[in-house]
Each structure stands twice: as C-alpha cells, then as structure tokens.
C-alpha cells in the first residue's frame, strides 16, 4: 500500500465525523511471551489501515478541519543507541516525510498537547477496551476539561465508537487491498499444494505445517495469518485443533485450515485429503457432500445476495446428503427446521475476511442480513465431523472434512480466490499420487 492510500482511508474517515469532533486510535501494545521475550510485534489492524506504520507507543489523532492539519502522529523520538538493539524508529521526521502525518510529536509529550486537542471538540471518536491502559489516560484528560469548565474549558459531550465506522469502511476492499489478498490466497493455495505432496503415512502433523510454513516465507508471507490447523484422523474433528504433534496413520484422513498473511491481509483456505493418497469410499461419499454444499453455497455468493444465503445453500444439501446416507432419517425441511444437521456440522459456512482472519463488519443491518456487495471478501466452509455416536455405523466413525475458499463478490457475481488449490477428489489423487511417483 502506498501513502495515498493510506489519505484515501483517512479522508473518508474525516468525512464520516464532521466538523468539530476528533478520532483518537492507540497502536496495540508489546506482548510479552515470556520473561524478557516478546512476541513479535503486529500492529492494530486499525491503526495500519489508517496510516501503515507499524511501531509500538504510537497514537493517530484526527482533526476535521484543523488549520495545522488533519492527521497527527504520536511516535517515539530517535534514539541512535536504542535503534542499535532493537531497530529503526521512524522519530516525527520520518512520521511526516515516509508516513504522511501532517505533523508528528513524541509519544512522550501526549499529556501536554492531546488534552488541548480534546478541548472545545463536540464528539470524540474513540474505542474504549482495546487498550486499557490508554482508556484510563483518555479517562484522565477528559475529566480534567470537566473540572477546569469553569475557566471556560469544554470538554466533549459524546464518544463515538470509531471502530464502528471503521469496520464499515474496512467492510469494502479497494483494488489494492484486493491485490493484496489475491497474492496471499495463491501462496496459501501453493503451501497446500505442498502439503499434499509432501504428507504421508508416519510423517507427524508438525512436519506437514512446518512446509505450509517454509512455502508462506519463502514467498514474502512472514507470518500465517492464524495459528494453522494440521488435522489427522479424529484430530480433523476438533474445529479449532492446534497442537499438531500427532502422527499420520494409513487409512485417515488430514483436514488442513492454513492461510498465510500478505501485507497485513489475510487468506484462509481449508482443504482435506487422504494421509495416503487415496479416498476410502466412505471417505468420498461424505467429501462429495460436503464439496458440494461448498459449490452451492458458493453459486449464492453475488450481489443482491443476502449474507445468510450461502449458509442456507450449504446447510440444504449436506442435510440431504445426510439423509441418503443414513445419518439422519426425517423430512427434509423438518430436519433443517430443527437444525438436526448440527450434530454433524455446527459452525456457520462463512465470515468476512480482510486484515483479520474473522474479519469486522456487520452481518446484519436494521435487525436484517446484510446484503452482498461489490467488495465484499468471505470465506466458504461448509464442513461434516463425524465423531464416534452409537447410533452411527462405524464406517463414518472420525472422518472430519472441511473444504474453505475466499471468495471475492464482484459486479456480476464472484471470484474465488484461492481457487488454485485442487479440491475435486480426482484432482486431489493425480497430485498426490504424482508426487508420490518422484520418490
């Protein structure tokens, strides 16, 4: 993203608050993992949309129609012997000359000149819980204007919740998030590609992560953009598995949820494949419903739309697919009625995707689903886990499948953006069984 991106965002942000308000944003603060081990540093995805830069103890201020400028920023100074250990500070030079801040101040000086900017201002634009110890500075200085209303001192008289117009402004991705997004669902699509060849029966879940991972940095893809899911057997049933240190066995199945995260936006693609390269045929039954409740939830994703449609979609024909196979008896609209279905699929098919994973934005609007528009960027997962019931033949018993693309609404319709991850079973099988014969 460039500088004028970044304005774009700013200007449209200015536009929603109008005169005589000002928008306060603290970047995230340092987490440590350990003693006097950090985890590596990630800016508020906030506060990147809003200005691209991504050092801690930093503060965006906004101010409608300021006569010294708009956008302010609160950074840390320049210190030669600090950059030595721990690295380059853009200081309020760099703030104003690479970042495009009209004027910038040292983090330190924020209690002598952000109460001034408070002052006389109708409505602060403001979050508060995101950074606790900065609610109680903004807490400080607001009553301090309360208490000195009698030197003539107006302090504000409305918070607004500044995420709220953010996430709607962040709901819409322009051509250059979008680019973004294209490139981290193709490196995403070729690490699960990798996975695929390089999985095998005895090679342990950690193993298989371990070349997702290698295929995301060698590719510019620093980090994932979640903690990645490497599934086998019933692992592939735990919805939010993790550990991934078991090993692989013959005749399972290993569900992988990996995207990676591109200039700060993210991919997130599911794909799930025979551990030996081919599907058991009770295996395939239950994938090929399960691809396609995802091909026609997916057929729903298009302008017009409403945002619960493709999950109706989704849940129709794994519903029906059920009941072919035996795994639930009943009249359809009556099984979907009563959600029968959640015994085997109990999360929705989908979430709003962007710089975070679960990404912000309404689902519903006026107590309504929300409709889909040009865009938009959602995932599609429909998925079936069949865990070990009674009453269910031993056949199905710990088979989990999921199968989850990004999907872009366009004008006429939709683009699947991870679409270069194979997912028919056919495709699936050649690969794997290529690969295989390298070896």
């Known amino acids: ?203 342990w879940e950690y193993q298989v992560e371990a070349e997702i991972m290698h295929e995301f940095m060698k590719n510019g893809c620093r980090s994932p953009a979640y903690p990645s899911i490497i599934g086998g057997g019933e692992n592939g049933c735990i919805l939010h598995y993790i550990e991934n240190d078991q090993k692989l066995k013959n005749n399972d199945l290993l569900l992988i949820d990996a995207g990676a995260e591109y200039d700060y936006y993210a991919a997130d693609i599911t794909r799930t494949f025979p551990v030996n390269g081919k599907f058991t045929p009770a295996q395939k039954t239950l994938y090929n419903i399960v691809l396609d409740a995802q091909k026609a939830a997916i057929a729903e994703v298009k302008p017009g739309n409403h945002w619960n449609q493709p999950h109706e979609a989704a849940v129709r024909v794994l519903t029906q697919g059920l009941v072919r196979i035996g795994l639930l008896e009943g009249e359809l609209e009556t099984l979907i009625e009563q959600e029968q279905y959640r015994d085997f699929y109990m999360h929705r098919t989908g979430h709003w995707l962007g710089m975070d994973v679960h990404d912000v934005g309404d689902y519903k609007v006026g107590g309504e689903w929300r409709l889909l528009e040009p865009g938009m960027v959602l995932t599609v997962e429909p998925g079936l886990y069949i865990r070990d019931p009674e009453h269910v033949n031993k056949k199905w018993h710990f088979i989990g499948i999921r199968i989850e693309d990004d999907v872009l609404v366009t004008k006429t319709g939709h683009e699947v953006l991870s679409h270069a991850a194979p997912k028919e079973v056919d495709e699936i099988e050649t690969l794997m069984a290529a690969a295989r014969s390298k070896h």
């Open 1 to 203: 993203m460039n500088k004028k991106e970044f304005a774009k965002r700013r200007q449209r942000l200015i536009e929603i608050m109008g005169p005589d308000s000002i928008a306060v944003l603290p970047n995230a603060t340092v987490s440590n993992r350990n003693r006097d081990v950090d985890y590596i540093y990630r800016s508020d995805s906030n506060f990147h949309y809003l200005s691209g830069f991504d050092e801690p103890e930093s503060v965006i201020v906004i101010v409608p129609g300021r006569p010294h400028g708009e956008y302010l920023l609160f950074c840390r100074e320049r210190d030669l012997k600090k950059e030595i250990w721990d690295g380059y500070r853009a200081g309020q030079e760099g703030a104003v000359e690479k970042y495009g801040a009209d004027d910038s101040y040292p983090f330190s000086d924020l209690n002598d000149i952000l109460p001034g900017l408070l002052e006389n201002k109708k409505k602060v634009y403001y979050t508060m819980g995101n950074v606790p110890a900065f609610d109680h500075r903004m807490v400080e200085w607001l009553n301090h204007l309360r208490n000195a209303s009698r030197q003539g001192k107006h302090s504000p008289n409305e918070i607004v919740e500044l995420d709220h117009c953010l996430n709607e402004l962040r709901l819409y991705k322009s051509s250059s998030e979008i680019k973004a997004m294209r490139y981290a669902a193709q490196i995403s699509a070729q690490a699960h590609i990798r996975a695929m060849e390089f999985a095998a029966v005895g090679k």
